[in-house]
């Protein structure tokens, strides 16, 4: 019995979900982005991190397809992205707050996104009743817009957005910005159970080396829009990723 | 410290958005701002001999005077409506050492600098130099153009204490309306005697010292109240208004298209600038009156009584569907990573805009009393926005690249204008009266009215075969439009 869920695991882990070939992207003359090759397997969580400028974000967008690489293509569960919007049902992101409608209260705003993903109203309703801890009754009933949240009750919806309708492929930027330390905790704890059982491919990106090498089980490191470190994490990763920042 | 205040305002002024729009715009915006200036400077310098032709036997100086109560008080309501103190400017002050006085005299100098306050200068100082050239004694106009404007610059600083406070607003403009009906019914004669305290100016001008010292008060008034309160959760709070949600659950019966529906009517009703776009539109429905009601457009100009229905019903259509898809800019990369069919997010915009043009097209129903055949001119014009100008401002709105910000007001609001909106007036206005005076010269009134209308229904027939068109070009064009939406000018 173990050795069978070991053996699926390891299947699952063999299959590539993205696959990012000879990708690059210019901007004029200033090239921001050029990775030769990057293959995110089924299941894995995948760390992203960088200084300002590295690419992360463009690398994002160009994995949603808002933005077009001046050259190659990626590929997300075989879906070329740019080709076809297949990938869009099994896949869901928050970049940053332009991913929300600053008119709607956060009630809306999912029932929104749950009407876009397939999810009827007692659908969102039990879904949103696993994130009570996570809003910290500080997103649900307020009476408020979303503009009209601070930037870290913004992030939280924004968050839990993208976890909406059982997505295989789950994209966030930045997710620990600017959130308190009790919300950074718990979204750890939220990521780590998400990719538990090895079904959703969740991609992260950030700018603090302890939660991601926390969270991650492998890293990638960008400077100026090439891949320069591949690790698979273990206890020595943060020390290695401090020393190679502390320029 | 003025020194660096005013170049504060200089970049903040040349290096607004306003001024990175494209050259023809720009034309346009000089074109409308000196039509403006002309028009108030000729009015300044041709209202005495206006008046004088009307009442020979008045005085022009006096009978301006007595309708400038009527003018000081709807100046007062004008201001309450549209004119806000720019204390949201000083956030980034507070922290640095400046002294609080000086923050706040800065804003309150830069106040009486506004729009609301030059604007009346254009008239009152032509007309005060034509009463010099016709003779009128030299220190009593100087004592009542500065009255004037102190006054002004009075009316400016008490719209600040009112602060939007909603009873005083109401009490004022009940004042003004009991004013204007007294004065309608000539149960007393207001204007005279208001009259007289200004004409009193005029005979003593040392009398200007009341104005002044008015001014004054109210600058202190307002200097004392905001130099207490420039803190974050106080003066300079920015209002977070309690939601209202409204349900709209009857919009489920539309199927597929039922959510991106119930984000639009929510963004229509809770954004400043679509919300004036909306309700502009039900202002649109009497613009025929100005055609109908005159003979000469019957007679000489029937292609401009098209013109006139066109706008009848279509309010709603060419002024909300020429900023489609900009109206979703803000968020515009959101939609375009959700699992979403684009056709669904155009056909919710063409449903809201078939649906208010036949809400209007209700609406217009009273005008069958100026004739049916003026009812059929609107008829055919409701067709003709229903079938044609919606599909083609959802085409047009494909050329959109500018970025909308929903919460700025819509008047005078030149955000999102771009070559598209000029453009695409030819089709939505000038075809159908040139198909309609075609028809009318060669065959009849009702073959032209016919035309227009058959134009409507064919667009409307063919919808699909277009829409498949539009959406494949919104598709190709994506990658511009989010580009050009994340730009924030």
């Given at each position: 019995m173990l050795q069978s869920t070991l053996?699926?695991?390891?299947?699952?882990?063999?299959?590539?979900?993205?696959?990012?070939?000879?990708?690059?992207?210019?901007?004029?003359?200033?090239?921001?982005?050029?990775?030769?090759?990057?293959e995110i397997p089924t299941g894995e969580s995948f760390g992203l991190v960088g200084n300002n400028g590295a690419g992360k974000t463009t690398l994002f967008n160009?994995?949603?397809?808002?933005?077009?690489?001046?050259?190659?293509?990626?590929?997300?569960?075989?879906?070329?992205?740019?080709?076809?919007?297949?990938?869009?049902?099994f896949t869901s992101s928050f970049i940053d707050e332009t991913f929300l409608i600053g008119y709607l209260t956060a009630e809306e705003y999912f029932e929104f996104i749950g009407d876009l993903r397939g999810m009827n109203k007692a659908d969102v309703?039990?879904?949103?009743?696993?994130?009570?801890?996570?809003?910290?009754?500080?997103?649900?009933?307020?009476?408020?817009?979303?503009?009209?949240?601070?930037k870290g009750n913004q992030k939280k919806a924004g968050i839990v957005a993208a976890m909406m309708g059982n997505p295989k492929v789950v994209i966030?930027?930045?997710p620990f910005a600017n959130l308190d330390p009790t919300t950074q905790i718990r979204l750890k704890k939220i990521v780590k159970e998400l990719t538990e059982d090895r079904d959703v491919t969740v991609l992260i990106s950030s700018h603090d080396l302890s939660h991601v090498t926390e969270v991650c089980e492998r890293i990638v490191v960008l400077d100026k829009g090439n891949v320069v470190k591949d690790i698979q994490t273990s206890p020595a990763t943060l020390k290695e990723l401090e020393t190679y920042f502390s320029v | 410290m003025i020194s660096h205040f005013l170049r504060l305002e200089r970049k903040q002024y040349f290096r607004s958005s306003y001024w990175q729009t494209g050259i023809a715009l720009k034309v346009i915006m000089v074109f409308f701002a000196l039509y403006f200036l002309v028009t108030f400077l000729a009015l300044g310098i041709g209202s005495f001999f206006i008046i004088r032709k009307i009442y020979p036997d008045a005085d022009p100086l006096q009978v301006v005077n007595s309708y400038l109560v009527f003018a000081?008080?709807?100046?007062?309501?004008?201001?309450?409506?549209?004119?806000?103190?720019?204390?949201?400017?000083?956030?980034?002050?507070?922290?640095?050492?400046?002294?609080?006085?000086?923050?706040v005299h800065f804003i309150l100098t830069k106040s009486a600098f506004s729009f609301f306050n030059v604007m009346p200068l254009f008239f009152y100082l032509p007309f005060s130099v034509v009463l010099f050239g016709e003779g009128y004694n030299t220190a009593g106009v100087l004592g009542w153009f500065f009255a004037m404007i102190f006054l002004t610059l009075f009316n400016n600083y008490v719209n600040f204490l009112i602060n939007k406070n909603q009873k005083i607003f109401f009490s004022l403009a009940t004042v003004l309306a009991g004013l204007c009906a007294i004065q309608y019914f000539e149960l007393y004669d207001i204007s005279a005697a208001v009259g007289q305290v200004f004409d009193a100016l005029y005979a003593n001008p040392i009398f200007v010292f009341i104005p002044f010292a008015l001014l004054l008060i109210t600058y202190n008034l307002n200097f004392n109240y905001l130099k207490t309160r420039v803190y974050l959760d106080d003066a300079i709070k920015k209002d977070v208004k309690e939601v209202k949600s409204v349900d709209l659950s009857w919009t489920d019966r539309l199927g597929e298209v039922a959510p991106f529906i119930k984000n639009d009517i929510r963004l229509i009703w809770r954004n400043k600038r679509p919300k004036t776009v909306f309700l502009l539109s039900f202002l649109f429905v009497a613009y025929a009156l100005i055609f109908f009601t005159q003979e000469v457009y019957e007679e000489k100009m029937p292609v401009f009584l098209i013109f006139a229905s066109l706008f009848v019903t279509g309010g709603f259509v060419m002024n909300f569907g020429q900023f489609i898809p900009a109206w979703d800019s803000a968020y515009y990369k959101m939609l375009m990573s959700q699992n979403i069919k684009y056709r669904l997010f155009l056909e919710s915009k063409w449903y809201l805009m078939v649906g208010m043009t036949f809400v209007l097209y209700l609406l217009s129903i009273p005008y069958i009393y100026f004739g049916v055949d003026k009812f059929l001119m609107i008829t055919a014009g409701a067709i003709y926005n229903i079938g044609f100008n919606s599909i083609l401002l959802l085409y047009a709105g494909s050329f959109n690249r500018k970025r909308i910000d929903l919460d700025k007001s819509a008047f005078a609001n030149y955000q999102g204008t771009s070559a598209t909106q000029f453009v695409v007036i030819i089709p939505?206005?000038?075809?159908?009266?040139?198909?309609?005076?075609?028809?009318?010269?060669?065959?009849?009134?009702?073959?032209?009215?016919?035309?227009?209308?058959?134009?409507?229904?064919l667009t409307l027939v063919f919808k699909k075969y277009f829409m498949n068109f539009i959406e494949r070009k919104y598709i190709k064009d994506k990658y511009a439009a989010i580009h050009a939406f994340d730009q924030k000018a």
């Open positions: 053996l699926i695991k390891k299947l699952k882990k063999n299959k590539i979900m993205i696959q990012v070939k000879e990708i690059s992207k210019k901007y004029g003359k200033a090239e921001v982005l050029n990775i030769q090759s990057l160009t994995m949603l397809d808002l933005v077009r690489p001046t050259t190659g293509a990626i590929t997300n569960n075989n879906i070329q992205v740019n080709e076809s919007e297949e990938w869009k049902t309703q039990s879904f949103l009743a696993q994130f009570d801890e996570f809003f910290n009754g500080e997103i649900l009933g307020k009476k408020k817009y979303l503009r009209d949240l601070s966030l930027d930045e | 000081f008080l709807g100046d007062l309501v004008f201001r309450f409506l549209m004119q806000k103190i720019p204390i949201m400017n000083i956030q980034p002050l507070l922290i640095l050492p400046i002294k609080k006085k000086s923050i939505i206005l000038a075809l159908p009266m040139l198909l309609f005076w075609i028809f009318k010269t060669t065959v009849s009134f009702n073959a032209g009215i016919l035309s227009i209308a058959l134009v409507g229904l």
